[in-house]
C-alpha cells in the first residue's frame, strides 16, 4: 500500500506531539526541583519553564501575572498552549484518530487512554503540588508503554520511519532547549555560591533529559559545563544528544524514498554541529551555538516537509 | 438476569425472544438460559468488559450539537437479537429483489426514462425530486449498477409481519458497529458461541472490497482503491477508518486527491502522485465536487465528475444514485419491481400516504395523530413527526409544512414496531428495534448475514438513531425455525 502525504506528516506529528509531552513533563519535575534548591538571591523563576518552551511570548498573550500555578497551568492544562501537555496529547490523538487504520490496533487504544486519563485527571494538577508529581509521572509511564509498543510491534516501514524522525528531531529540539536554561538563570560570577549552583544545575539538566547516570559512567563523577555540553551534543551513545538523534533521523532517510535533498540538510547540520570547539565554549557562545542548532533543526523540518508532505 | 414481568405483560408489540406467555422462544431458549444461569456479580463483571472494550477500542460516535460535537462511546446492549436463518433466507432474497430493480430503476432514470413514459412512475414525482442530478444523464455505470452499497431498514410489526421501513442508498453507515457489536460478544461472552449455531459475518470487508475492486476501469491491473471521508469530525470517521484498515485501502479526504487536465484522479503519497481507480466515497453528492455542486465545499474534489462521466474512476456509491433514496420513491417501489422483473414483492412496503396527492394530502392532514409523517430527503431520523407523541402544536406546524411543500412529505400509520430484551438497571426489558442489513451490487449481488439491529434504549421510544440517543445489539442468524 502507498503512503499518504497527509497520513506520512501525521504520523511524524504524532511522535512529535507525544515526544514532546513527555519532555515537557519530565522537565516540568526536574527543574522544579532545582528550582527550589537555587540560592534566593538568584535571578530564577518559573519564567525560566515557558522560556525554554519557548511559549513566554504566548503566554504573555493570555496571563497577566507569572505564578507557579499560572505557569503551571499554562504548560500543563492550558490548550490555548499548542505545547501543553493536554494540547500535544489531544492533538496525537486527533492524528493517531486519522491514522488508525495504519497502526498497530492497540497503539491507538493507549493513546486513547493517556487521552481519557489526561482528560480526567488533570484538574488541580497546576496548583497541587503532589497531585502534579503522580499526574506527570503517570504522563511519562503511559507515554513509555506506547514507546514499546511502537518499538515491539510495528512493523519497520515508512509509518515507523516517519515517526522515528519526528520522535528523534522533537528530542534533538528538547535537548537544545533545556541546555539554555543555563543561559535562563544567571547568577554573578563572585557570588559564593557560584560553583555550587552551577554544577547543581547542569546536573539537572542532565537529570531531565535522563542522561545523569550514562554521563557518570561515560565522563566522570565531576559535573561541569563543558563535558556536559560536549556530552549532550556529541556522545553518540546517549539516546537523547542532539548527534545520536539527527544520526537516527539520517538512518531512517537513508531506507526512504527521494531522500536526497533531505540527507543533503541532515549532513550539514552534522557537520557543523560536530566541532568539537564548544568545551571551551563561554556561556555567550554556548547560546548562539544552541540557536544555531535549533535553526539547523527547523532546515530538517522544513525539509522533510516540503519533500513528503506538500506533494503538488 | 431476570425477565421483567411487569414490563412484559405490558408489552402490546411483537417481542423478538419471549412470546405472548413470558416464555423464551425456541430459537432464543440456549442464549436466555445462559443469560438466566449468570449471577449478578458475574453479570457485572462483563458489563464491565464490555465499557472498556468499547471505551479502549474507541468506537465511538459523533452527536452533533450547539455546546460542540461530543465524541460518545457508542450504546450497546448485551442481549443479542436472533433471527432465524429459515426467515433470513427469505428476507435475502427480499432485499436482492428491491436492490436489483431498484439500480435498473435508477439506470433507466438517467438513460431511457422508460418507466416514466410507459406510466408506471410519475414525471411529477421525478421532476420534484431534489437528487435527480442532470450531470449523471446519459451515463451507464459498470453493471449498471448505481447503489454499489445499501443499508435497508427493516421493521417487524404486531402480527409479526417484516417490513421495509426505508432504503438508504447514498452514503449508508453503520456496517462498522454491526462488525464490532460481533467482536465485542466474542470478546466477552465466548461461550455462547459454542452453546449456539451463530453465523459469521466477518468476511464483510472482503465482500465489500471485491465489490469495489470490480469497478475498476483498469482491468489488468490490481485496483487502487480509496475510501474519502469527510474527516475525523464526521459522525461516521470512524467506520471509515475501520473499512479502510479492513480493506487495506487508503483512507483519503478531498484534498488527498487531486484531477489532471486528462481527467485522471490522482492521490498524494510522499514519493508523487499515484492513479486512483475506484472511490468509495462517504461525502454526500452535493460536496463531491466543487467544480459542478456545491462550490463552496472542501469535503470534495475539484472535476471528480468528468473524472466519472469519462470512466477514469468509479464512485461508490455513483453521484446521483439518491435519486432512488427519496421518502416518496419509496412509495413506488413495489410497481418499480414488478415493472423491471415481473415479479411480485418478497418484502413488504409500510403503507404510505403521499402529500403531493390531494386525496391522499386531505387523509394526512386529517388524521396527524395516528401517523408519522416524514420529509423526503432527511436522513438518522431529523425533521420527522410522530403523530401519537406530538404535541398540539407540533402537529399544526407540521400540517403547515405540508401544506407549503406537498411533494417533500410522506405519512405512513405509527407501526407498533417489534421489541427485544434489552438489559436496563440488571432486568430483561422490551425495547423497540429495527435491522439494517446491508445489500452490495456490482458484479455480484449480496446480502450482509443479519446486519445492524438499533435499538430505542429509552422506555416505550420507537426511534432507534443512534444521533437521537439509539443504542445496537449484536444480530445473530441461527439455525432454525423462528
Known amino acids: 500500500m502507498m503512503m499518504l502525504a497527509r497520513d506520512a506528516e501525521n504520523f511524524y506529528w504524532v511522535a512529535r506531539y507525544l515526544e514532546r509531552a513527555e519532555n515537557t513533563a519530565r522537565l516540568i519535575i526536574k527543574i522544579t526541583d532545582t528550582l527550589l534548591d537555587m540560592p534566593t538571591d538568584a535571578s530564577v523563576g518559573w519564567t525560566t519553564l515557558l522560556e525554554?518552551?519557548?511559549?513566554?511570548?504566548?503566554?504573555?498573550k493570555y496571563y497577566e501575572t507569572a505564578t507557579e500555578n499560572d505557569i503551571m497551568h499554562f504548560l500543563i492544562a492550558d490548550d490555548r498552549n499548542p505545547s501543553s501537555i493536554f494540547a500535544c496529547i489531544k492533538y496525537a490523538r486527533e492524528n493517531s484518530r486519522t491514522l488508525r487504520e495504519l497502526l498497530p490496533e492497540e497503539l491507538w487504544e493507549r493513546v486513547n487512554g493517556l487521552y481519557l486519563y489526561i482528560a480526567k485527571n488533570i484538574e488541580d494538577t497546576s496548583n497541587k503540588r503532589r497531585k502534579k508529581y503522580i499526574f506527570l509521572q503517570e504522563v511519562i509511564y503511559q507515554r513509555q508503554a506506547i514507546i514499546g509498543l511502537i518499538f515491539g510491534a510495528m512493523e519497520r516501514n515508512l509509518p515507523y520511519h516517519f515517526m522515528k524522525m519526528g520522535r528523534n528531531l522533537e528530542r534533538a529540539d528538547m535537548t537544545t532547549r533545556i541546555m539554555d536554561v543555563n543561559y535562563a538563570i544567571s547568577l554573578p560570577e563572585d557570588h559564593p555560591l557560584y560553583e555550587v549552583?552551577?554544577?547543581?544545575?547542569?546536573?539537572?539538566?542532565l537529570k531531565s533529559l535522563s542522561g545523569y547516570q550514562t554521563y557518570r559512567r561515560l565522563k566522570h563523577f565531576h559535573v561541569n559545563m563543558p563535558d556536559v555540553v560536549d556530552f549532550l551534543f556529541n556522545e553518540e551513545h546517549f539516546p537523547r544528544s542532539i548527534l545520536h538523534c539527527i544520526g537516527e533521523l539520517e538512518n531512517c532517510l537513508i531506507d526512504m524514498p527521494n531522500n536526497k535533498n533531505v540527507l543533503k540538510t541532515v549532513r550539514l547540520a552534522q557537520k557543523t554541529l560536530a566541532k568539537k570547539d564548544e568545551q571551551r565554549m563561554s556561556e555567550e557562545k554556548l547560546h548562539e551555538h544552541i540557536d544555531l542548532s535549533q535553526q539547523f533543526i527547523g532546515d530538517i523540518n522544513n525539509a522533510i516537509t516540503e519533500q513528503y508532505f506538500k506533494i503538488k | 438476569m431476570k425477565i421483567s414481568t411487569t414490563e412484559y405483560t405490558a408489552n402490546k408489540a411483537y417481542d423478538e425472544l419471549i412470546s405472548k406467555n413470558l416464555l423464551p422462544r425456541d430459537i432464543a431458549k440456549p442464549l436466555l438460559d445462559y443469560f438466566a444461569s449468570m449471577d449478578e456479580d458475574e453479570l457485572a463483571a462483563r458489563m464491565q468488559a464490555v465499557d472498556s472494550a468499547i471505551l479502549a477500542m474507541g468506537i465511538t460516535f459523533t452527536i452533533y450539537s450547539d455546546a460542540g460535537n461530543i465524541?460518545?462511546?457508542?450504546?450497546f446492549d448485551i442481549v443479542p437479537r436472533i433471527i432465524s436463518s429459515k426467515e433470513w433466507d427469505s428476507v435475502q432474497e427480499g432485499l436482492k429483489q428491491r436492490l436489483t430493480a431498484m439500480n435498473m430503476f435508477i439506470n433507466d432514470l438517467y438513460n431511457d426514462q422508460n418507466i416514466v413514459k410507459d406510466g408506471v412512475f410519475p414525471i411529477e414525482v421525478l421532476s420534484g425530486s431534489k437528487n435527480f442530478l442532470k450531470q449523471c444523464i446519459g451515463i451507464t455505470p459498470p453493471f449498471g449498477a448505481w447503489a454499489h452499497i445499501c443499508g435497508t431498514d427493516l421493521v417487524r410489526d404486531d402480527s409479526g409481519t417484516m417490513y421495509v421501513l426505508e432504503d438508504n442508498l447514498r452514503i449508508p453507515s453503520g456496517v462498522s458497529y454491526m462488525l464490532e457489536n460481533r467482536q465485542i460478544m466474542k470478546r466477552v461472552f465466548p461461550e455462547l458461541f459454542k452453546i449456539t449455531n451463530i453465523k459469521p459475518i466477518d468476511n464483510y470487508s472482503a465482500m465489500l472490497y471485491n465489490t469495489l475492486a470490480a469497478?475498476?476501469?483498469?482491468?489488468?491491473k490490481s485496483p487502487v482503491i480509496v475510501v474519502l471521508t469527510p474527516g475525523i469530525y464526521n459522525s461516521a470517521y470512524f467506520e471509515h477508518s475501520y473499512l479502510a484498515e479492513q480493506?487495506?485501502?487508503?483512507?483519503?479526504?478531498?484534498?488527498?486527491l487531486v484531477v489532471d487536465d486528462k481527467d485522471i484522479v490522482y492521490i498524494k503519497t510522499i514519493t508523487g502522485l499515484v492513479r486512483v481507480d475506484v472511490i468509495y466515497r462517504r461525502v454526500d453528492d452535493e460536496f463531491i465536487d466543487p467544480e459542478v455542486f456545491n462550490p463552496e465545499s472542501v469535503l470534495g474534489v475539484k472535476?471528480?465528475?468528468?473524472a466519472w462521466r469519462k470512466g477514469n474512476v468509479a464512485i461508490a456509491n455513483a453521484p446521483g444514485a439518491g435519486v432512488a433514496d427519496d421518502k416518496v420513491v419509496y412509495t413506488y417501489v413495489p410497481q418499480i419491481i414488478k415493472y423491471y422483473l415481473d415479479e411480485e414483492p418478497i418484502l413488504q412496503n409500510v403503507p404510505s400516504y403521499l402529500c403531493m396527492y390531494e386525496d391522499q394530502r386531505e387523509y394526512v392532514l386529517n388524521n396527524l395523530d395516528k401517523l408519522v409523517v416524514k420529509p423526503a430527503n432527511e436522513s438518522g431520523g431529523y425533521g420527522m413527526m410522530i403523530g401519537p407523541r406530538a404535541t398540539k402544536k407540533e402537529r399544526e406546524e407540521f400540517a403547515e409544512l405540508i401544506r407549503n411543500n406537498p411533494r417533500n412529505y410522506m405519512a405512513q400509520p405509527t407501526l407498533n414496531i417489534s421489541t427485544s430484551p434489552t438489559l436496563i438497571n440488571g432486568e430483561l426489558v422490551p425495547r423497540h428495534l429495527d435491522l439494517r442489513p446491508f445489500v452490495l451490487q456490482s458484479k455480484e449481488l449480496q446480502v450482509t448475514m443479519g446486519g445492524l439491529t438499533r435499538v430505542a434504549m429509552r422506555k416505550g421510544s420507537l426511534v432507534v438513531n443512534s444521533s437521537q440517543g439509539g443504542g445496537s445489539k449484536d444480530t445473530w442468524i441461527v439455525e432454525g425455525d423462528h
Open chain 2, 71 to 75: 465524541d460518545r462511546a457508542w450504546p
Open chain 2, 247 to 256: 480493506m487495506s485501502a487508503n483512507l483519503a479526504e478531498g484534498s488527498d
Open chain 2, 215 to 220: 469497478l475498476s476501469p483498469r482491468k489488468n
Open chain 1, 197 to 205: 549552583a552551577k554544577e547543581m544545575l547542569w546536573a539537572s539538566i
Open chain 2, 303 to 306: 472535476g471528480l465528475m468528468r
Open chain 1, 52 to 60: 525554554i518552551i519557548g511559549v513566554g511570548h504566548l503566554y504573555n
